[in-house]
């Protein structure tokens, strides 16, 4: 039984368990060039599998999750 439904920011579906790093999340982080007092975080829920496909295919292949269990 699930207690906490997370919706991915990126398809809007509820994450159930649809690949073994389900359910993600994503921290964006403001003005990095910035002072820190200067930033914001938010993070927002994801499928593993919608992460990865927005990515660049050139970017893509540093996320490597995969390769560090
Ligand atoms: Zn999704």
């Known amino acids: 039984m699930v207690l906490v ?3 991915c920011c990126i398809c809007g579906e509820n994450i159930d ?5 389900d359910p993600c ?6 003005n990095l060039d910035k002072d820190e007092n200067d930033q914001l975080e938010a993070m927002f829920f994801c499928h ?3 992460f990865r ?3 660049d295919l050139g ?3 540093h996320l ?6």
């Open 5 to 7: 439904r997370y919706q």
């Open 17 to 21: 368990k649809d690949s073994q790093f």
């Open 59 to 61: 970017v893509r292949m």
């Open 48 to 50: 593993y599998d919608c």
């Open 64 to 69: 490597n999750l995969e390769d560090q269990e």
């Open 25 to 30: 999340g994503v921290s964006i982080f403001s």
């Open 53 to 55: 496909g927005s990515m």
